[in-house]
């Protein structure tokens, strides 16, 4: 052992190597307070405020020479400086003429202050009046790597782009209150599904024949509204509109009421915020202006807070793709369809995404929103307590600005403590109004929580979850879309809450009384599957009242007529059940019982008496506590039967008219006390209704698992063996069929199974109501069981035999391992003895005792578990704890850095694996590709060195990440020699992989503006952008591919990446010029192609364009290049212009090419005539052609012949092909068939085969 250890020794030069070590660089939001006794910037005066923005730039400076000192920690990835660090190359920090300088940072956040009692605005860059001393130049800077973010509280945030490291001392910085890292937001993405409206249009519009079944002066009553408006006849599904003006206890026999009731003002005069993806209103119907704004009011992408122009007004995206969320949200608040109120003005401040901007975002409506007018929506969030957002949110809160925010997806508990790690943002600041989900149907019970929202106590109000909402990707004005999230249900609460607001003009609402009104006007109780001490409140907009279509008629009496449901009162008024009649029903309060339902407390006494005697089996009261265990397991009571009694067709009924109010219970539970029926309501209801649907299936599961364990006890006839003929194997695996045999639940199966398996509560409940058949369940396998009981006692014995000899057998086990746990002394112990002990417990031996016992050691497993105390291996525990302290917990400084050292010697120094560089020749390649085929290196892939195995432990970030790297040299180095040996399969393998994102490829010019904005939204999507930034798992190959085969990888260096990035970040306004040309009816033009081979494979196109008329001439020459060179002359007497452009896809073929191509087009019939041919799936109008052969002259020896008439040998069959096709005669070979020897052995494609075929 210490040889091998004397073999890796190397001299501990702890300065000769440099590591990069990456390190996550982020922005931060940091929090500067410059006096305790500071008011909120914006209350401070002028001059304070100037005071303010002094000392902020003065923090800003030193925050930016903190960035400065540390540059070198700024490294990405792939061990480079960040990018985003140039900036510091373009600032001149250095002293001028004997004088400093000072960077002067641009503040754009509007200027608020206290003038003549009224607010004033101005832009803080505007009104920098710092007392600037002679001797400091200040230079005026917009810095993308610090910059101001907005006033909270008594303090003001920036953001600063920092290491980890410039994080750690900014943090301390004097004047620094916080630092918090930022991140991306989440939007609550849910479900969306896009659709075309075939019947658009039938929404909003007034049904044909008037049917009055809703009156409209009750409705007024009701609600207090000045007037009344109905969405009629909404046919878009789901509908999630009707839900917020009625209750959901409806006969669900009779057809559902699908209007939508709203006041008038509908949220007139209103403004409602949405910070959120963008908006795209492209004139959809949805996006009506006529009496009110809706409009894009700024982009906040990266540290830019950009008022919108015109044109952006009505089309905006933070992120600069179709947003969809953005859309969802605004629509179903104040979509003139599918919107609450239809009237509120609806602004977006589009975000890119991050939670630093999202504070910009709330800032800016601080700035320019109306208080007390104003609503922001927050349908996002994302984890983590931050300080400034809870003290910005109750900045704008106590301003008076109402915010309601989504409680989020992920059936989680919102409103956890901020110290918690699952800490909700925004819902646990406990300070907006926070919404839930519930699935959006009426079942006439109420409604089920969406399995996806979150719950808590600090949930203010639940809403639909499933929303429909106008689609605008397209031209079409009603095409729409249907989403799921809680972030669909908060657009719905804001909605509601500016239709309160636009009704009561009088009042100046604030956030809590928001809060408290939404509650007020909530419908409670009426929501099942809410836990943890959540609210049960679902919202509401003031109507309650339930109309049914087919109830025309709502009057009654001499000259009406009849109610068709329900109690026709003194007033001949009909109410029907649903709606609460109560005592109008009575005749002594002059209820007309000829025309409809009346009673008398008497008779609806006695009735409901006899109604609770005659469903008396249905008094069932399936507690449902906490722990749904504690009923599974009582015995006593059989849940299954109760559960089935629950749900005959006679008890449902009976229920529902509780529900319904159909009982006559219902008129006498005011006057006379009925147990069950005074504390049976929706909620009771619904738990046992989901409880019974689930109890068998569950109960099923687990008692089958309980069977399962027990099937473990049906040993066969493993013990009919010579237990002196057992190999370890065979042996181990007694050893574990002896420790089944012997457990408790074992023993009692042998002497009784079925009562055994009723002796469980699933499986004893199951069989009591019939569900399972516990007798015939081992019958398929009755001899076997029986088999086993016979020979109960004989087996019994065997297994105190098979255990006789254990801690015998253990010792001899451990013996082999001795070396590793003796010696084990800590006294007097040198650095090299510690790292000596170290490299020995990381040792492939030793760690396999100490970390794979089962397979290393398994008797001695066995034994422990069996006799609990044997020395020898109490030892080995020991001594693994040993080293665990020695050389990973408590491990010296000094020991660490050494064992760090030799590591990266080692890795720097191995030449197993190489960076592949296609520069490189195949003469290189191929002795690389030796080095990596030989054993030593072969080996190494499997056996880490040791040094780097311990230093694996250590759990630190650089050494780690290096040792990543270069296993992954190793893998890669794998994977670049099989392939060089298999360049068909390569290319292949590559095409495949590009194929995968051709929607993120684009090798031509958009055919028109439509087309380009399509592009766009694909070029920037994110899935798109980090396809570009890191290519794809098949850019190695394709790299290898690119020897054999020219292959053009769309990425940040292509030349049609940058035209797309040009064009797509730019201003949405996009002329495209396309690809024509403009000539007079007379004009020729004739156009020939003429294409050659140079002997470097590169392909030269001209074209010459020849124009005669019988006037002045003009001569324009254009020269594009991309893979080819064209060159285009031109005559006309007409202006002319002409984009030349190459059509390509991802293949390029450098092939041999004996073709002319001709095209003669004439303008004036717009024909085109070519005499070239399309030979392949790529887009090219060159017929390819290929006198290139292949010739074996030696099994390692492969020519390439072209035209050209250059030859290749490669050393390892480095093989370079254009279109001949490789055969054998024997087996396949190449790594999509596996790899084989001579022998025909297979290997697998990264395992070694010494001998290729």
């Not at 400076?61 to 540390?70: A, W």
């Not at 940040?1052 to 009816?1081: F, G, L, Q, R, V």
């Not at 001569?1115 to 212009?1137: D, E, I, L, W």
């Not at 292949?1190 to 390892?1212: A, E, L, P, W, Y």
Request: aromatic share 10%; net charge negative; hydrophobic share 25%.
């Amino acid at each position: 052992m210490n040889n091998f250890i004397l073999l890796y020794t190397v001299i501990i030069l702890l300065n000769c190597f440099i590591f990069s070590a990456y390190t996550e660089n982020a922005d931060y939001i940091i929090a500067i307070l410059r006096n305790d006794s500071d008011k909120n910037y914006d209350d401070e005066n002028p001059d304070i405020q100037n005071e303010i923005d002094e000392f902020l730039d003065d923090k800003m400076n030193e925050i930016y020479n903190v960035i400065i000192s540390k540059k070198d920690t700024y490294i990405t990835k792939d061990g480079k400086q960040d990018e985003k660090l140039n900036e510091l190359n373009s600032i001149p920090l250095e002293k001028r003429s004997g004088e400093s300088s000072k960077l002067l940072f641009i503040n754009k956040r509007k200027k608020i202050y206290t003038n003549n009692n009224k607010n004033s605005f101005k832009l803080s860059s505007d009104t920098h009046n710092f007392s600037k001393s002679s001797k400091i130049e200040y230079i005026p800077i917009e810095s993308d790597l610090v910059n101001h973010i907005c006033p909270v509280s008594n303090y003001y945030t920036v953001s600063a782009y920092l290491s980890k490291e410039a994080a750690k001392i900014v943090s301390e910085m004097e004047n620094v209150i916080h630092c918090e890292k930022s991140g991306d937001i989440n939007f609550y993405p849910g479900k969306t599904k896009i659709l075309n409206n075939n019947n658009s249009k039938k929404i909003n519009k007034k049904r044909t024949e008037k049917l009055y079944y809703y009156d409209m002066d009750k409705i007024k009553n009701e609600t207090k509204w000045f007037d009344v408006s109905v969405q009629d006849n909404i046919d878009f599904t789901p509908n999630h509109l009707s839900l917020i003006s009625q209750s959901p206890l409806i006969d669900t026999n009779k057809i559902i009421d699908s209007n939508y009731y709203y006041p008038s003002s509908a949220g007139k005069g209103i403004d409602i915020y949405f910070i959120d993806q963008g908006l795209y209103t492209n004139q959809h119907r949805d996006f009506n202006t006529e009496e009110r704004i809706i409009t894009c009011d700024a982009i906040i992408r990266g540290h830019n807070v950009h008022h919108t122009t015109d044109e952006e007004k009505n089309n905006c995206s933070g992120s600069g793709v179709y947003p969809d969320h953005g859309v969802m949200v605004s629509s179903v608040s104040g979509g003139t369809i599918y919107g609450v109120a239809k009237k509120a003005n609806l602004h977006m401040i589009a975000i890119d995404g991050k939670i630093i901007n999202v504070l910009r975002g709330i800032d800016y409506v601080l700035q320019y929103g109306k208080p007390h007018k104003t609503i922001i929506n927050l349908s996002l969030g994302h984890k983590g307590y931050s300080k400034i957002e809870n003290d910005k949110i109750t900045d704008l809160i106590n301003k008076g600005y109402i915010i309601i925010v989504s409680s989020g997806n992920e059936e989680d508990n919102c409103c956890v403590d901020k110290s918690d790690e699952n800490f909700h943002s925004f819902a646990g600041y406990r300070k907006a109004i926070t919404v839930g989900a519930v699935n959006t149907e009426l079942n006439g019970k109420g409604y089920v929580k969406a399995s996806y929202s979150d719950y808590g106590d600090c949930i203010d109000i639940y809403a639909p979850g499933d929303v429909t909402f106008a689609n605008t990707r397209d031209s079409s004005d009603d095409d729409f879309s249907i989403e799921t999230g809680t972030s669909c249900a908060t657009p719905l609460v804001a909605g509601v809450a500016a239709t309160i607001m636009s009704e009561h003009t009088e009042i100046e609402f604030d956030n809590e009384l928001m809060r408290k009104t939404l509650i007020e006007m909530s419908i409670k109780d009426v929501i099942y599957g809410l836990k943890d001490n959540t609210p049960n409140r679902f919202i509401n907009n003031g109507k309650y009242h339930i109309y049914y279509p087919e109830d025309t008629n709502n009057r009654c009496g001499q000259s009406e007529g009849s109610c068709s449901d329900g109690c026709c009162t003194i007033d001949g008024e009909c109410i029907t059940f649903q709606n609460n009649p109560g005592d109008k029903c009575f005749i002594e309060n002059g209820c007309q019982n000829e025309f409809g339902y009346c009673t008398t407390l008497e008779e609806s006494i006695k009735e409901c008496e006899k109604e609770l005697k005659e469903n008396e089996e249905c008094f069932i009261d399936i507690s449902l506590n906490s722990n749904n265990n504690n009923i599974i397991n009582n015995k006593s009571i059989n849940i299954i039967n109760q559960c089935k009694i629950f749900q005959t067709d006679k008890c449902q009924e009976f229920y529902k008219n509780q529900f319904s109010n159909r009982s006559s219970c219902y008129f006498v539970k005011n006057y006379k006390k009925f147990e069950y029926i005074n504390n049976l309501d929706t909620l009771k209801y619904n738990e046992n209704y989901y409880y019974c649907n689930n109890i068998v299936e569950k109960m099923k599961e687990d008692c089958n698992e309980y069977i399962d364990d027990i099937e473990r006890c049906l040993v066969g006839n493993e013990f009919d063996r010579d237990f002196d003929e057992l190999d370890e194997y065979d042996r181990s695996y007694l050893y574990e069929v002896c420790e089944i045999f012997e457990t408790d639940n074992c023993m009692k199966f042998y002497k009784n199974a079925n009562e055994m398996l009723r002796s469980h509560p699933s499986c004893f409940q199951l069989y009591e109501a019939g569900e399972y058949n516990i007798d015939a369940y081992f019958l398929y396998d009755k001899r076997r069981v029986n088999l086993v009981v016979d020979n109960f006692e004989e087996n019994y014995n065997k297994c105190q035999l098979l255990n006789s000899d254990l801690v015998q057998r253990c010792n001899s086990e451990l013996e082999e391992y001795k070396e590793c746990f003796t010696n084990i002394s800590k006294e007097n112990l040198t650095n090299e003895d510690i790292k000596e002990k170290c490299y020995l417990y990381t040792s492939e031996e030793c760690n396999s005792i100490f970390n794979d016992m089962d397979f290393s050691i398994p008797t001695c497993v066995h034994a422990q578990r069996y006799y609990n105390n044997i020395t020898l291996f109490n030892e080995m525990l020991e001594a693994k704890n040993y080293y665990i302290d020695i050389c990973e917990t408590n491990i010296k400084k000094e020991v660490k850095e050494e064992v760090i050292t030799e590591c990266m010697n080692y890795m720097e120094k191995d030449k197993c694996g190489f960076d592949y560089k296609p520069e490189m020749s195949d003469d290189e390649l191929s002795q690389k590709c030796e080095i990596h085929y030989s054993d030593e290196c072969y080996y190494s892939q499997y056996d880490l060195y040791i040094p780097c195995e311990l230093a694996k432990k250590f759990n630190e970030e650089e050494i780690q990440s290096a040792i990543e790297n270069h296993i992954k040299k190793y893998r890669d180095t794998d994977e670049i020699c099989n392939y060089l040996d298999y360049p068909e399969w390569a290319i292949k393998t590559c095409e495949k992989g590009i194929n995968t994102k051709m929607d993120c490829i684009f090798n031509d010019e958009p055919v028109d503006n439509n087309d380009l904005i399509y592009r766009c939204i694909s070029f920037l999507d994110n899935k798109c952008q980090n396809f570009y930034e890191n290519q794809w798992d098949n850019a190695l190959i394709c790299k290898v591919a690119e020897r054999f085969e020219n292959i053009e990888i769309f990425n940040k260096s292509n030349k049609w990446y940058k035209y797309y990035d040009e064009a797509c970040n730019k201003e949405p306004t996009i002329t495209i010029i396309t690809p024509t040309t403009t000539t007079s009816t007379t004009t020729t033009t004739t156009t020939t192609t003429t294409t050659t081979t140079t002997p470097t494979t590169s392909t030269t196109t001209t074209t010459t364009t020849t124009t005669t008329t019988p006037t002045t001439t003009t001569t324009t020459t254009t020269t594009t290049t991309t893979t080819t060179t064209t060159t285009t002359t031109n005559k006309s007497t007409t202006t002319k212009k002409t984009i030349a452009s190459k059509k390509t896809y991802t293949f390029k073929k450098s092939i041999t090419t004996k073709k002319t191509s001709k095209r003669t087009t004439t303008k004036k019939s717009n024909k085109k005539t070519s005499t070239s041919k399309k030979t392949h799936t790529i887009k090219n109008s060159i017929k390819k052609t290929s006198t290139s052969k292949k010739s074996h002259t030696t099994k390692k020896s492969i020519k390439k012949i072209t035209t050209s008439k250059k030859s290749h040998t490669t050393k390892k069959s480095i093989k370079k092909t254009t279109t001949s096709k490789k055969s054998h005669t024997t087996n396949k070979y190449g790594p999509e068939f596996g790899l084989y020897t001579k022998s025909g052995d297979y290997c697998s494609k990264y395992d070694y085969c010494k001998e290729k075929y």
